[in-house]
C-alpha cells in the first residue's frame, strides 16, 4: 500500500473482473435516469446504490474529449485511478462522465478529482 495513494484494490492488476464493470447499455441508461450527480471539472459521476455485490463502474468518454489516442489514455489513467479506491467504494454502481478538460490534466489531478468525489459519494452512502 503506497500511504498517498490510498488502498489497493484486493483483485490482481490487469483488466477489470466483470463483476465489477457496468457493460450493457441498459444499466448505463438506468443510471441516467434514476442516478444521483456528483460533479466535478474533469468529469461527472452517476451513482446508483446496491444492494448487494461490489461497487461497479462505467466509463463514457466521448469524441468530445479528443480523437481515440486522446481518449483511450484519458480511460486508462481513470481506469487505474478508481482501481486504486475500488476497496473503498461502497456498494454502488457508477458511470463517470468525462469532460473534455480530462484530456489535458496531468496524472495527479485525474487522482485527486477521483479522491474527491469518492470521497463525497462516501459521505453521502455513510
Same mark, same amino acid.
Given at each position: 500500500?503506497?500511504?498517498?495513494?490510498?488502498?489497493?484494490?484486493?483483485?490482481?492488476?490487469?483488466?477489470?473482473?466483470?463483476?465489477?464493470?457496468?457493460?450493457?447499455?441498459?444499466?448505463?441508461?438506468?443510471?441516467?435516469? !434514476?442516478?444521483?450527480?456528483?460533479?466535478?471539472?474533469?468529469?461527472?459521476?452517476?451513482?446508483?446504490? !446496491?444492494? /448487494?455485490?461490489?461497487?461497479?463502474?462505467?466509463?463514457?468518454?466521448? !469524441?468530445?474529449?479528443?480523437?481515440?489516442?486522446?481518449?483511450?489514455?484519458?480511460?486508462?489513467?481513470?481506469?487505474?485511478?478508481?482501481? !486504486?479506491?475500488?476497496?473503498?467504494?461502497?456498494?454502488?454502481?457508477?458511470?463517470?462522465?468525462?469532460?473534455?478538460?480530462?484530456?489535458?490534466?496531468?496524472?495527479?489531478?485525474?487522482?485527486? /478529482?477521483?479522491?474527491?468525489?469518492?470521497?463525497?459519494?462516501?459521505?453521502?452512502?455513510?
Amino acid at each position: 500500500m503506497n500511504p498517498a495513494r490510498g488502498p489497493i484494490a484486493p483483485h490482481a492488476p490487469g483488466p477489470w473482473p466483470k463483476r465489477a464493470r457496468l457493460r450493457v447499455r441498459s444499466e448505463f441508461l438506468l443510471l441516467q435516469a !434514476r442516478g444521483r450527480r456528483f460533479t466535478g471539472p474533469l468529469f461527472a459521476l452517476l451513482v446508483l446504490p !446496491r444492494t /448487494e455485490g461490489p461497487a461497479r463502474i462505467g466509463l463514457t468518454v466521448s !469524441r468530445k474529449v479528443g480523437n481515440a489516442v486522446v481518449r483511450n489514455r484519458v480511460r486508462r489513467r481513470l481506469r487505474e485511478a478508481f482501481r !486504486r479506491r475500488w476497496a473503498t467504494l461502497p456498494p454502488v454502481d457508477l458511470v463517470c462522465i468525462v469532460r473534455s478538460a480530462a484530456a489535458d490534466a496531468s496524472w495527479d489531478d485525474l487522482v485527486r /478529482e477521483v479522491d474527491r468525489l469518492v470521497g463525497a459519494l462516501a459521505r453521502k452512502h455513510a
